[in-house]
């Protein structure tokens, strides 16, 4: 899920400690280079990497990768989606109401660690939460600031600004999980303080298709059974701050390009996103590439959509040319089987695809690409190292 995310962390921060405007600066944290000597260099550090497993929210595509973190004293076990997209920390409360009605909801008053702020704020998000798109502030959170301690999987636990929804928009009241724990590329919160303590600091994602399975998140390390060849590593652009980006420089559908698409353009890489965002022009020009057959869907501005009984005509493989950290290119393959997300609600004989097209300003022009990339690569998610790294994940 992308939210504005520098300015909110930001914003997090100076509701918290009271501060005035003048703080909106970068949030400063200790960063640990990183060597790629992976294992062996682990060894002289005081915590080292855990994982823990995820479960796939699957409405007939992949939607989100979600995962348990404890909350509380004693510990209250709550699912949440890990998102790249964000950087804060919110999640169902008991203090919120009919809205969260059908969550695992954390209980503040069951806590002796608990430390309400009593300030509120909301958090509106520019894509959501399954393949639709995000219209006005569809998804919305009104939260209540708090401190208590988050643990993750054998971690110490840590004591961490967070935020309990206290109301949220209908669109998140039917899933799975309780709320969303952001990983931004400045390593805020959670992370910042293990670090601190001596954990690597960098996370490992190994998101897989439903048929796959045994998807898992490990922090402060990565996974090496589930890759086999080297990770190829692109450095986050200088100006990046929290936000999980890289230069492209060309894109291209079964091996054709055109002047759109063979040009420069910023990917964020957002976990917490299934679907593909790309200005409207740009979306135009894949399709246009891909198959006639696909049309805007008038009915949900910004999707596209093609009659079901065409999909399995469809064979387009999707590849986005990035920059290594050596300064070779190397691509990022979409392959045919993520076109199609299933029917449309309003119109099952039209099947979404899975690009839509988004020019608004949050993105400042920017294109997002979310789980429908990410689960055919292990990634690994450097905030020391300030670089994004993947290899081919193994599918079993
Ligand atoms: C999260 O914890 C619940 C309750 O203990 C458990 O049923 C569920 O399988 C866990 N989820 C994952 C992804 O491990
Ligand atoms: C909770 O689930 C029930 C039964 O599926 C549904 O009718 C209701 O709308 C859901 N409530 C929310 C807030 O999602
Ligand atoms: C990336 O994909 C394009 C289009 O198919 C191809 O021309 C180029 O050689 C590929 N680059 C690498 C490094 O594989």
Known sequence: MFSLSTYSAALAICTITQLTAATLEPHKIALYPWQPSLRTSFKRRDLSGTSSPLADYFLGTDLQWYGNISVGTPPQTIPVLFDTGSSTIEFASTLCGQSCANQTLFDPSKSSTFLDLHNVRSLVFSTGLGVDPVVGDNYRLVLRG???????????????????????????????????????????????????????????????????????????????????????????????????????????????????????????????????????????????????????????????????????????????????????????????????????????????????????????????????????YYSIWDIGGRRLGFAPSIKA
């Open 146 to 376: 708090a401190m208590d301690q988050i643990g993750f999987g054998n971690l110490p636990p840590v004591k961490v600004p967070l935020f309990l929804i206290t109301e949220q928009t209908s669109k998140f009241g039917g899933h799975p999980f309780s709320g969303i724990f952001g990983l931004s590329a400045t390593g805020e919160g959670l992370l910042s303080s293990l670090i601190s303590q001596g954990l690597p600091s960098l996370f490992g994602m190994y998101l897989t298709p439903f048929a796959v399975g045994n998807s898992e998140i490990m922090i402060g390390g990565i996974d090496g059974s589930k890759f086999e060849e080297k990770p190829i590593f692109a450095p986050l652009p200088p100006e990046s701050g929290s936000t999980w980006q890289l230069f492209s420089s060309s894109l291209s559908v079964n091996g054709k390009t055109t002047v759109i698409l063979n040009a420069p353009r910023t990917v964020i890489f957002d976990s917490g996103t299934s679907n593909i965002l790309f200005p409207s022009a740009t979306a135009h020009a894949i399709y246009s590439l891909v198959s006639p057959d696909i049309q805007p869907f008038s009915q949900l501005p910004g999707t596209y959509g093609i009659p079901c009984d065409r999909v399995s005509s469809l064979s387009s493989m999707i590849e986005i040319t990035f920059t290594s950290e050596a300064g070779k290119p190397f691509n990022l393959t979409i392959p045919t089987s993520e076109l199609s997300v299933g029917p449309f609600k309003s119109n099952p004989s039209i099947c979404q695809t899975l690009i839509n097209a988004f020019d608004g300003y949050e993105l400042s022009g920017r294109s997002l690409i979310g789980g429908s990339l990410l689960k055919h």
